[in-house]
T-cell receptor, first 112, second 116 residues
Framework: NAGVTQTPKFRILKIGQSMTLQCTQD?????MYWYRQDPGMGLKLIYY???????DKGEVPNGYNVSRSTTEDFPLRLELAAPSQTSVYFC???????????FGPGTRLTVT | AQSVTQPDIHITVSEGASLELRCNYS??????LFWYVQSPGQGLQLLLK??????LVQGIKGFEAEFKRSQSSFNLRKPSVHWSDAAEYFC??????????????FGKGTLLTVNP
């Protein structure tokens, strides 16, 4: 049981490039979340999903897109990378009967 | 809207000393409350949670937290800190009831340094 996995662990992008951050969970959780963490700022919610085919914006969605075609996967897409997107990105999931979120190990992204 | 304040950005304690990390929340009723720990380069791990009932909750790694409604606080404590407790600690609040709109709001974190 791997829990929540994220790939890649690290990535450096040039301004204007695109990439997809992968997130997979094997706990059959309905709810999945994407956060970004900036130094001294805590975690900010980017997007979340309540099940396959259903996504919604969080607090800081601009510059990002998501999709949820399966229960297990919740990829986060950056279309035109900007330096302001340099951050550590965390994916999390939870079961519909629980309020505890389980976090992945994170992806550290640098945009230069 | 819910919010969380962690007044201390950085705390340094000596190994073996007691620890208290402060957390204050803003919410119209009693929220769900959580403490997470993040070791360097790692994701967040849940230490403990409070939903209702006994206001003193026990968590993993010897941590406990006390919910005080009158002070809108949920402070984290440990009687004797170990060097391995050095990490960043996040308090989080969620609105009761769950559902599709249930989201956690995190504080900005408190970085704990442990001196030998």
């Amino acid at each position: 049981n791997a829990g929540v996995t994220q790939t890649p662990k690290f990535r450096i992008l040039k301004i204007g490039q695109s990439m997809t951050l992968q997130c997979t969970q094997d706990m059959n959780h309905n709810y999945m979340y994407w956060y970004r963490q900036d130094p001294g700022m805590g975690l900010k919610l980017i997007y979340y999903s309540v099940g396959a085919g259903i996504t919604d914006k969080g607090e800081v969605p601009n510059g990002y897109n998501v999709s949820r075609s399966t229960t297990e996967d919740f990829p986060l897409r950056l279309e035109l990378a900007a330096p302001s997107q340099t951050s550590v990105y965390f994916c999390a999931s939870r079961d519909s009967s629980s309020y505890e979120q389980y976090f992945g190990p994170g992806t550290r992204l640098t945009v230069t | 809207a819910q919010s969380v304040t962690q007044p201390d950005i950085h705390i340094t304690v000596s190994e073996g000393a007691s620890l208290e990390l402060r957390c204050n929340y803003s919410y119209g009723a009693t929220p769900y409350l959580f403490w997470y720990v993040q070791s360097p380069g790692q994701g967040l791990q849940l230490l403990l949670k409070y939903f209702s009932g006994d206001t003193l909750v026990q968590g993993i790694k010897g941590f406990e937290a006390e919910f005080k409604r009158s002070q809108s606080s949920f402070n984290l404590r440990k009687p004797s800190v170990h060097w391995s407790d050095a990490a960043e600690y996040f308090c989080a609040v969620g609105a009761p009831g769950g559902g599709s709109n249930y989201k956690l709001t995190f504080g900005k974190g408190t970085l704990l340094t442990v001196n030998p």
